[in-house]
């Protein structure tokens, strides 16, 4: 049993580092001239994208998508002219004056009556249950005391406690309100944090050693994005460029001096000193990579726009602790106020 797991865990190994360490092949075939230019985009020999950019008129299905476009436009003016004439004559066939029953007049005066009513029969109601109370209420009394008090005394009693009752049948029930919970003394003490201005904002980014450290890193990143897809160009070349003769010359000798770059030794600037080609442009690009390098350069990334990150919070915090800004030089300042708005 221990000899199977031991193979089973060898071969998953062996099958990551093929994964990790395979190589993927790219290819980029690209051109473009005055009448416009496309790509095609290659994993291996497989064409898995096409992408083409012509001017109107110039392209191969350029007649065949503008007739397309006429027609579609003709088909849609049609529709137009079909749904106006059709929306026309619905309108025509409305009349102008509808008459119709004043509905809510009616249901006002309706109401108006049935408030009254209510409000008439508000009083017997509630006088009713009070005089049923208060002479429930002094039939016992008026029995037991009968044969101790006199018949002046007893009238006394009876026309006293109905009054009392109506009295406190007419005072309104208090309603009491919850009260809102306090809040703790330390929400109440701590201030409310506010962002940067824009003012603020543009000052920490511009501020000479921040900057310089972002492009430092930025120039890292983007020549390790070559070296892992290990970037070739092949049979790059520009022709048909047309210029006064010393401008022309002053291209043939950057030309040569591109060529003593190795990254860019395969491309190649064709001066037209004849005016006898057109202004063309044409070449590949070789890539390779493994999914090992992309690990590798993601895990970067991260690492170098966090420490960057970092720097600018740390900054904001003190900031907006103390209110004091870096200052900037002339330069810096009129960038400054481009970005910042009046």
Not at 29 to 56: H, L, M, P, Q, S
Not at 153 to 176: F, I
Not at 257 to 273: A, T, Y
Request: glycine share 8%.
């Amino acid at each position: 049993m221990g000899g199977v797991l031991l193979g089973l865990l060898i071969f998953a190994c062996a099958v990551a580092l093929v994964v990790l360490f395979f190589p993927i092949r790219f290819r980029i075939d690209f051109g473009a001239d005055e009448n416009g230019g496309g790509a095609k985009f290659f994993i291996y020999k497989k064409n898995f994208y096409t992408w083409e950019k012509f001017r109107k008129g110039k392209g191969h299905d350029s007649d065949e998508s503008l007739d397309d476009d006429e027609f579609a436009g003709k088909s849609s003016g049609g529709s137009r002219d079909k749904s106006s004439d059709e929306s026309h004559d619905e309108d025509s066939a409305v009349p102008e004056f509808v008459a119709t029953a004043p509905a809510k007049p009616v249901e006002k005066m309706a109401a108006e009556p049935v408030k009254a009513d209510v409000g008439k029969e508000k009083p017997a109601e509630s006088a009713a249950p009070a005089g049923d109370k208060t002479s429930a209420g002094n039939e016992t009394p008026a029995k037991l005391d009968a044969g101790d008090k006199s018949p002046a005394e007893l009238a006394k009693v009876e026309t006293a406690k109905p009054a009392k009752v109506d009295a406190e049948v007419k005072q309104p029930a208090k309603v009491e309100t919850p009260a809102e919970p306090e809040k703790p003394a330390e929400e109440k003490k701590k201030p409310e944090k506010r962002d940067l201005t824009d003012f603020e904002f543009w000052t920490l980014v511009l501020t000479p050693d921040l900057d310089e450290r972002g492009f430092r890193y930025l120039k890292r990143l983007l020549i390790d994005l070559v070296r892992l897809f290990n970037m070739k160009f092949e049979n790059c070349f520009v022709e048909g460029i047309r210029a006064d003769y010393k401008t022309m010359g002053y291209g043939a000798a950057l030309n040569g001096i591109i060529k003593g770059f190795p990254f860019l030794k395969d491309w190649d600037l064709r001066m037209d000193w004849c005016n006898e080609k057109d202004l063309r442009l044409q070449g590949n690009i070789l890539a390779r990579t493994n999914l090992c390098r992309v690990l590798f350069y993601l895990l970067e990334l991260a690492l170098l726009a966090g420490i960057v990150f970092l720097i600018f919070w740390r900054r904001r915090a003190r900031v907006l602790k103390t209110g004091e800004l870096p200052e900037l030089g002339f330069v810096r300042q009129k960038v400054r106020a481009f970005f910042v708005e009046d």
